[in-house]
């Protein structure tokens, strides 16, 4: 029915809010920690949302054709955990265990409940997974279900918000619903625009199409004003009670209030069913249909392997999805784009969108989703990136023109911060591929190993050094280079593997002999590998990376081995910002290059002689 048109169905819902500020009250002043007055001002935009307007099966809540709810505004968690409660999914007894050690119902929502999808709580990032999710229903599922994500006022200063606006516009995601709570406070002051939104935020809906007011074929935007803390007399409107949990005595006294407020009803209010028209998707035992084609000596840059390699798990499995922020004509995703353009999303530059998207288009397993960009810009949505790992995403990133390959563009474009970043991340994968087999592999293992991937290539051509049937596995390294007498083990990787192989060409003729070992997955890290190698070579190792000192390849092998005893280890790395240039001149200046490389193992085996 309409909302109006029955009263005993209007009740419930006033009662179904009713009990969500209760039992938000109850499991916040419970655990000592919350957020119960961003809790009270949602309760009718929650009652109506999970008992009017959204179609599921509560006892199914992962079900691929019920609608989606995103909770933005992840403080508001325990408001979600109550609606839960409402449908039968949660006991009302669960919520007394919020924010406990031993309990799935964390301060913010989190994958360990069904009902959630992805992590939420730093703001401003629901939206973005929101359109991800929409895009899909939309062009790659083309269901009936629909999205809805609920933010606050607060979050909405966030640039990523308007990002996705823009992205849910452009696109025309007629099945996506923005919800923004307009409650007026914020953790420590009033939101700018406080309860005046109406010539800013109006203004820039029509701006974006996104106004209720517009054709069809758009996303709605819904602006609620509503009171803080409503129904908790001592904290309606006022600040000073964000994050703060009622005194027990104080929340009984409210709870009680609100319990004389719900009236008996006969009606018991029930979700609509969704309509069962997603098609099944199984995104297992995804492999390339043959082996690399590429033949040694070839020469092809790892970003162009990259895009073919794509190209070519989008024939085997039609949720090959690949997105891109306007630069697939430098990370190569453009081969996949001409070949499968209906399954390439375009997301502008706009990289913290392209993350969420990435997100929401993976959720509920329902497409195999690959991001790219350049190397550097990854770093503008480390939050983003963060949030996918604790969300256990199974998103795949692409970082092409890593390092110093960038060249003649300069420091603000070379990524030498990535390989940190990404090995601070938990569970996440990182693969450094140095040749266009290896890169063919890394995409096809990548798209079997759950978590945050993170594949790394280089702007240049380099020579193919694998054969097409060269088994790779996640943390096993190669040996692409030895001998009996192999006096020092040199570990590099990508772009700088080339650099080993020549300098131990070189090395040859002066009769040094060196190991050159390829890690191809920087994290995890085959250990064994490096530590049983370089205790052939009495311990001493060398590593080079196109990657300042901080973080990357470097600090991993000396974490490696800080407890193995006997051994040498000396660190090449890019150890300034540098300056614009030609790529094999920069690796000159900064000694990563064949000739540092040469020098540095002279130098070690000069150390050992003079020791002796």
Not at 13 to 18: D, G, P
Not at 90 to 116: A, I, M, N, R, Y
Not at 123 to 145: E, I, R
Not at 433 to 438: A, E, I, K, L
């Amino acid at each position: 029915p309409a909302l109006g048109e029955d009263s005993s169905f209007l009740q419930a819902l006033r009662n179904i809010a009713n009990r969500l500020r209760i039992n938000s009250i109850k499991a916040t002043t419970a655990a000592g920690s919350g957020y119960p007055t961003s809790c009270c001002s949602v309760a009718e935009i929650m009652s109506v949302l999970f008992f009017h307007t959204m179609k599921y099966r509560p006892e199914d809540p992962r079900s691929f054709n019920n609608d989606r709810f995103i909770l933005s505004k992840g403080h508001a968690a325990p408001a979600l955990y109550s609606m839960w409660v409402e449908t039968g999914f949660l006991k009302e007894s669960d919520l007394l265990s919020l924010c406990q050690v031993d309990s799935s119902l964390e301060g913010h929502p989190t994958p360990k409940q069904q009902f959630v999808d992805v992590t939420t709580g730093s703001l401003g990032q629901g939206l973005g997974v929101a359109c991800g999710m929409a895009y899909t229903g939309k062009y790659f599922d083309k269901s009936s279900y629909r999205v809805y994500c609920l933010l606050g006022d607060g979050e909405m200063s966030e640039g990523s918000v308007w990002e996705a606006m823009s992205f849910a516009s452009y696109y025309q995601l007629d099945n996506l619903v923005a919800i923004m709570d307009i409650n007026r406070l914020g953790q420590s002051d009033p939101a700018p625009l406080q309860h005046h939104v109406e010539k800013e935020y109006i203004h820039k809906y029509l701006n974006c199409s996104c106004a209720l007011n517009q054709p069809r074929h758009q996303p709605t935007a819904i602006i609620a004003k509503t009171i803080k803390g409503k129904g908790i007399p001592a904290a309606e409107d006022k600040l000073g009670w964000h994050a703060k949990a009622l005194p027990k005595d104080m929340a009984e006294m409210v709870m009680k209030d609100l319990q004389s407020r719900i009236t008996s009803s006969s009606k018991h209010l029930y979700p609509p069913s969704p309509i069962e028209d997603s098609p099944p998707v199984s995104l297992r035992n995804i492999r390339m249909p043959s082996a690399p084609s590429y033949k040694p000596g070839e020469k092809i840059a790892t970003r162009k392997a990259y895009g073919m390699a794509l190209a070519k798990l989008g024939r085997y499995n039609e949720r090959v999805v690949v997105l891109d922020g306007d630069t697939n004509n430098l990370t190569c995703s453009e081969i996949f784009k001409n070949e499968h353009p209906n399954r390439f999303v375009e997301c502008y530059i706009a990289q913290q969108n392209m993350v969420t998207v990435a997100m929401g288009c993976a959720a509920r397993e329902r497409n195999l989703v690959f991001a790219s960009t350049l190397a550097s810009f990854f770093t503008r949505a480390y939050d983003q990136i963060r949030m996918a790992a604790i969300s256990e995403s199974n998103i795949n990133l692409c970082g092409s023109h890593c390092g110093l390959s960038t060249g003649e563009e300069g420091p603000s474009l070379m990524g030498l911060e990535d390989m940190a970043m990404f090995r601070a991340l938990p569970r996440a994968t990182i693969f450094y591929p140095s040749d266009g087999v290896s890169t063919e592999k890394a995409v096809e293992l990548a798209a079997t190993t759950k978590g945050v991937c993170y594949i790394r290539t280089s702007r240049q051509d380099n020579s193919i050094i694998y054969n097409s049937n060269e088994d790779f596995h996640v943390g096993q390294a190669k040996v692409v280079f030895q001998s009996k007498d192999d006096q020092v083990t040199v570990v590099a990787a990508g772009v700088i593997v080339h650099e080993a192989l020549a300098a131990a060409e070189h090395l040859k003729k002066e009769r040094i002999s060196v190991r050159v070992i390829d890690p191809f997955t920087i994290k995890p890290l085959d250990i064994k590998t490096i530590i049983d190698h370089a205790r052939v070579t009495r311990g001493r190792v060398l590593t080079v990376e196109d990657h300042y000192y901080e973080g990357g390849l470097g600090e991993a092998v000396s974490s490696a081995v800080v407890n193995e005893s006997g051994f040498n280890l000396h660190r090449l790395a890019v150890s300034h910002i540098p300056r614009s240039g030609k790529p094999h001149e920069l690796m000159k200046i900064y000694g990563i290059d064949r000739d540092a490389i040469a020098q540095a193992v002279r130098k070690m085996l000069s150390s050992s002689a003079n020791a002796k």
